[in-house]
């Protein structure tokens, strides 16, 4: 039921005949896009929608030495995730997830790295959208420096949520992220700055364990409130893997932190992972970068060589279900920043990959993804 994507990038050492990489497909997994580590453009921010016509549309943008940093392509398939085709390319789109909403394709992020918060939103499918280029047409905060990664929109008590951060003052790396969400009426005009609100930020106290709070992941708890659920960037393996709590009041204006009970174990809490709620199972789900005991010892940031099916019945406790990927190689290969969706007993997902290329060359180290992936987990609640 769950096969490695090693299978897959055999067959792609193997069968190098005149068909394009992104043809190829095993039972489990395609490969959407690929990007040679030769190029120093690695690939970022994987996305997934899917449309009500059974569509599959995906994203992905591009970071490293000689990316633009503001760059983001989007791919489409009919036939459930085994080909893709690239259908637009946008710039000045970056860090940004893909959602269906009120009968309309949008894609929200940031304008570029550590650029305004943006949205744009696509009438056929992908193919063209819309430029922000104001209050009026997409500029959503326009008056600071924004971080986020394609994380989940959320529809409850009649509004739209998402999870953002801002960096201020404008410098160096997770440090200065300032957390808060971000909200609308649902059936606002999701284009216009004065539909949305924000919460307060928050700041990460450097004398907590960890060094910054990243990634927010907005998720209704089970009596109904809202939480803003964070990655906790640590680099120290003695701390274990950690997440942030925030709650977020239901008016969308305050965000509160408490410090003695809002650290949570997380499995791969200290990379970057998406949390959804299945109404069948009463659970909450993520895939992350779990680290077994094995893979223990390393940088916990960057050990990225498994990736795992967590779930969890309250938000609070967390357990490990089972292996989907793995590799020994904890330096060069890693399956990160999942994005995806439930699809009746499936989860449809897209992975940012590190992996060795046809010719047998290596990644530059697991974070500079040269793949991007399309994986598909058979009846994830067996």
Known sequence: MYRSLSLLFLLLLINVGCRTLSEYDVDSGSVIAFSPASS???????????????????????????????????????????????????????????????????????SEQYGYCVIR??????????????????????????????????????????????????????????????SAPDDADLLKASSWQTTNRLRYNQEWEGKAWLEGNVVVTPI??????????VDKDEIGE??????????????????????????GGSKKFSIRYDEKSQLYWSLSNYIPKEYEGNDPSQTRNTLALISSPDLKSWKA???????????????????????DEDIISVVRAAYPERDGTQAHRAHDANHMLFLRIEEFRN
């Open 224 to 233: 109904g409130g809202i939480e803003n659920i964070l990655r906790c960037a």
């Open 121 to 182: 939103r696509s009438d056929d499918e992908g193919k063209t959208w819309t430029e922000p280029k104001d209050s009026l047409t997409g500029i959503l905060l326009g008056d600071s420096e924004y971080h986020t990664a394609p994380m989940p929109t959320v529809i409850h008590d009649g509004r739209i949520w998402r999870a953002m951060e801002e960096r201020n003052p404008p410098e160096k790396w997770g440090v200065n992220f300032l957390s808060f969400v971000i």
């Open 321 to 343: 279900n089972k292996i989907i990927l793995q590799n020994s190689d904890v330096k060069h290969i890693g399956y990160q920043y999942v994005d995806w969706l439930f699809e």
């Open 242 to 267: 950690l997440a942030c709590v925030i709650n977020i009041s239901l008016d969308g204006k305050k965000a509160e932190y408490d410090s003695t009970k809002g650290f949570i174990v997380f499995p």
């Open 40 to 110: 120093e453009q690695y690939i970022g921010s994987p996305s997934i929608a899917k449309l009500p016509n059974g569509k599959y549309i995906a994203s992905h943008d591009f970071f490293g030495p000689k990316a633009t940093l503001r760059q983001t392509e989007v791919y489409y398939s009919v036939d459930d995730g085994i080909s893709w085709e690239k259908i637009s390319e946008l710039d000045g789109q970056y860090w940004s997830s893909l959602f269906y909403h009120q009968g309309h394709l949008f894609i929200m992020g940031t």
